[in-house]
T-cell receptor
């Protein structure tokens, strides 16, 4: 079993819909949680960074962390075709420096 | 502010050769981490350098090595290349710990 799991998708939504992405993890030592967006043949781009349970909002993006359930979510409001990409969750243990453990990613398609 | 840069962007090598990849972090960032991305295994951590010292290492064979220079630029080296080393190699920079910013990657093809 991988430490961080994501549904690979693809997740197809119409333009303007809310995109809901989820990630589960098994290691309770994870303390920091990140979401990255990766376009095809590009490097991952940091979207959200959080370290506590609860919600964090940034523009159209909301990250939700539930440490008790080991469950992380990312919501994208008013989705656009340019949001079509692979979304990766990544977790970090403070004592492990900057070693990120990634989920496999969820591919999202936003159709015009 | 310039982002993370990686050179070269594309590389083709044959089995048994060695390769060196370079990463220049964001100005002021002292941590550089390297990751391998393949369709089968996803993104996997190789190692991290902070202030010229290796701070953490992933589960890769000794053929994979790296170093960091006093200006925080980093190189990774893969010796005795195997077909399975074909991947996108990504580096990420960070101030210390926390938010990491990735470069565009070097796509390595081993024939």
């Amino acid at each position: 079993q991988k430490e961080v799991e994501q549904d690979p998708g693809p997740l197809s939504v119409p333009e303007g819909a809310i995109v809901s992405l989820n990630c589960t993890y098994s290691n309770s030592a994870f303390q920091y949680f990140m979401w990255y967006r990766q376009y095809s043949r590009k490097g991952p781009e940091l979207l959200m960074y959080t370290y506590s349970s609860g919600n964090k909002e940034d523009g159209r993006f909301t990250a939700q962390v539930d440490k008790s359930s080991k469950y992380i979510s990312l919501f994208i409001r008013d989705s656009q075709p340019s949001d079509s990409a692979t979304y990766l969750c990544a977790n970090l243990i403070k004592a492990a420096g900057n070693k990120l453990t990634f989920g496999g990613g969820t591919r999202v398609l936003v159709k015009p | 502010k310039a982002g993370v840069t990686q050179t070269p962007r594309y590389l083709i090598k044959t089995r048994g050769q060695q390769v060196t990849l370079s990463c220049s972090p964001i100005s002021g960032h002292r941590s550089v981490s390297w990751y391998q991305q393949t369709p089968g295994q996803g993104l996997q951590f190789l190692f991290e350098y902070f202030s010229e010292t290796q701070r953490n290492k992933g589960n890769f064979p000794g053929r994979f090595s790296g170093r960091q220079f006093s200006n925080s630029r980093s190189e990774m080296n893969v010796s005795t290349l195997e077909l399975g080393d074909s991947a996108l190699y990504l580096c990420a920079s960070s101030l210390g710990q926390g938010e990491q910013f990735f470069g565009p990657g070097t796509r390595l093809t081993v024939l």
